[in-house]
């Protein structure tokens, strides 16, 4: 999309003024923004009542999508459960359904029976004890009539159990729901998934709770007729799974103490109905810990979706963006509307975010954690509408921890200057890498070569969860390098370091400032370190696209960098803020040979580059690229 397309989409008149005007969506299926083909899948599981496993990145409407099935689910076939006392086996209670509202009718009901016999059997006590207080006044024997009615007291007492047990107890009570059931049983351990049967010390001589009082359902249970949502699946234990996939299979589960020393273990319910519908939902390393007979049955007898994290930077798609702000003030309830500029701000920084060309974000979960910093702003401003200052304050205040994580590294390396932004110096390259989802980070290289040691051949010697990254860096560009200079760099031990990486360092984009590093310290040749780079190399030198250009641009900026070189691919991805602008200049690159050129600096670089010329001419085309071009 062109920049006069991109700003005339800009400018396209909505019509609100501001975000009050926006209506809201009253069903959350309509609130779910980005997601149409989740949302397709959604309705139509929902009709069919199949299971879904939901695969996305954290914050992009997962959990959304669960609830807004159990709204579409129908409300008609709710039931409530009940759990009985079975006299013949007191250890096997017994299960009843009914259609929902009516369980508290049932147990008022008995309660009701139970308080009238009750009543009756006080009266009669009352009646007995007197007659016999009263004999034994007549007949002067007041002490035996004394023993006499303790007795027949303490023997109508323990009666009374009896006849209380016989109230049944409300497992599962669906009275006035207005949707079918929605439970998150994300991380719940066994007993709270599957139900328990609580322990009761007291259980020996029947003195204790009746062990039907002492059921208790669990979350599979209390989304019988609805959805059971479980993000992270793969993190449940394996036993566990399996028994959920029973579940699953029978649509009932009996509940038992899930403890085997507790006296609940002894109890075992009939079996009580639990037919829900499963979304699992996590992202893609969750199918590595889940079972496999569980997936089979999702995949067999369901959805699976894989969620997007941006939307194609459209008017259609922008206007679903507004939405969601009036969609957020809405839900937050305490902060003010947005005016036409706040929202215009959020939409640039879900592009942003968006890392992409022509992209914005759907990671909403953390675009709602700024238009609900910019509101508490502007309320605490007593402003009556939030406005663009309040969000561009939000975005400085409400910065994630890998953002200041990031901050502050680039505050103390400057400090023990750990690394350069000015001057040159052999095989020290600025490279530039992420933290978090998209906070940038100078991660400086330093590299070494020094003829072998070993007669074969040389080593690369580099450390650290990086340095497998720099190995295989090094190892693809070899040829390129031999290639590029005509140096064998298995004749040198290499060694490379990053200096004071900080642990969660991606660096992934690191290959071609390694590369640099390792041409730099072979040929002698210092590195200008007013320059920072990113990119991927691919064995034939080409500078291929990587992630995350406007975190690192702005990071290198902060450092004070000069110049940052970046992959001509990823030049539309660049939407830095505005107070970066002018100060850094971004240089395209295309080839190692662009790099060499920009980032190499002194008088052995022309004589590299006339090396790289000459080689380039014996070379077959499209191996080598004229260095100077980009
Ligand atoms: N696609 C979306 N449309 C509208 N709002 C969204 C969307 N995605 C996220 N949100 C907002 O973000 C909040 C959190 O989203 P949700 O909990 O559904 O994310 P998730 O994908 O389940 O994340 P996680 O896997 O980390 O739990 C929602 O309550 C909503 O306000």
């Known amino acids: 999309m062109t920049s006069e397309v991109k700003k005339a989409n800009m400018k396209e008149s909505f019509s609100y003024e501001t975000s009050k005007d926006i209506p809201v969506p009253k069903r959350l299926i309509d609130q779910i923004i ?82 009238a016999q009750e009543e009756k059997k006080n009266l009669f006590m009352i009646a007995i004890i007197s007659f016999i207080l009263l004999m034994g006044f007549m007949l002067k024997q007041f002490l035996a009539a004394i023993i006499a009615a303790g007795i027949i007291f303490l023997a109508l007492q323990q009666m009374r159990p009896q006849k209380t047990i016989m109230v049944p107890k409300l497992l599962i009570n669906n009275e006035g729901k207005k949707t079918a059931p929605f439970v998150d049983a994300t991380g719940a351990h066994a007993g709270a998934l599957l139900g328990d049967v609580r322990h009761d010390p007291y259980q020996s001589g029947g003195l204790g709770t009746p062990a039907h009082e002492r059921v208790e359902a669990g979350m599979i249970h209390k989304a019988h007729k609805g ?76 959805y699976e979706v894989y969620m997007k994290d941006t939307m194609p930077d459209t008017p259609e798609n922008r206007q679903k963006l507004v939405q969601f702000v009036a969609q957020e003030v809405e839900k937050d309830g305490r902060i003010p509307h947005f005016n036409k500029d706040a929202i215009k701000e959020i939409i640039r920084e879900a592009q942003r975010r968006a890392g992409k060309k022509d992209s914005l974000t759907l990671r909403l979960r953390d675009l709602g954690g700024l238009v609900r910093a910019a509101g508490d702003i502007a309320k605490s401003e007593g402003a009556e509408l939030v406005s663009k200052k309040h969000v561009l304050k939000a975005k400085k205040l409400a910065r994630t921890l890998e953002q200041q994580i990031a901050d502050r590294y680039i505050t103390q390396k400057k400090k ?54 720099a190995k295989e860096a090094v190892q693809n560009v070899s040829a390129l390098i031999k290639k590029y200079t005509g140096t064998d760099i298995s004749n040198y031990d290499i060694h490379i370091q990053f200096l004071q990486a900080y642990e969660g360092v991606e660096g992934d984009s690191a290959s071609v400032s390694v590369a640099t590093a390792v041409i730099s310290a072979l040929e002698e040749i210092p590195v200008d370190q007013s320059v920072a780079l990113t990119g991927s190399l691919s064995i034939r030198g080409d500078v291929l696209p990587v992630g995350g250009v406007t975190g690192k641009i702005e990071a290198a900026a902060e450092a004070g960098i000069k110049k940052v070189l970046i992959p001509k691919a990823n030049m539309d991805d660049v939407m830095i803020e505005k107070k970066y602008e002018g100060k850094i200049e971004i240089i395209p690159v295309k080839s190692l040979g662009d790099v060499l050129e920009h980032a190499l600096i002194g008088k052995g670089k022309e004589s590299l580059i006339e090396k790289m010329q000459r080689i380039s001419d014996i070379m077959p085309k499209g191996i080598i690229k004229n260095p100077t071009t980009h």
Do not use: W
């Open 227 to 302: 959805v059971l949502y479980i993000d992270e699946i793969g993190t449940m234990k394996m036993k566990t799974q399996q028994e959920l996939l029973t579940a699953m299979q029978d649509k009932k589960y009996s509940i038992t103490g899930q403890s085997e020393t507790s006296s609940g273990a002894m109890v075992r319910s009939q079996a009580v109905p639990c037919d829900f519908v499963l979304v699992a939902s996590g992202n893609l390393h969750v199918l590595e810990g889940m079972h496999p007979a569980l997936r089979s049955r999702i995949r067999g007898y369901g």
């Open 416 to 469: 023990y200057s750990v690394f350069k932004s000015h001057g040159s110096e052999v095989g020290r390259v600025n490279g530039l890498a992420i933290i978090g989802d998209r906070s940038g980070i100078i991660l400086p290289i330093a590299a070494e070569a020094a003829p072998a040691q070993s007669k074969e051949e040389g080593r690369i010697i580099a450390t650290g969860k990086l340095g497998d990254i």
């Open 34 to 115: 980005g997601q149409e083909e989740a949302v397709e899948t959604i309705k139509k599981a929902a009709e069919q009542r199949r299971n879904v496993l939901l695969i996305g990145e954290p914050g992009v409407g997962k959990s959304m999508l669960a609830k807004a099935m159990a709204e579409l689910l129908p409300r008609e076939q709710l039931q409530d459960i009940l759990v009985y006392p079975n006299l013949d086996d007191p250890n096997n209670p017994i299960i009843s359904t009914v259609p929902a509202g009516e369980g508290k009718r049932i147990v008022m009901s008995h309660k009701n029976r139970a308080r």
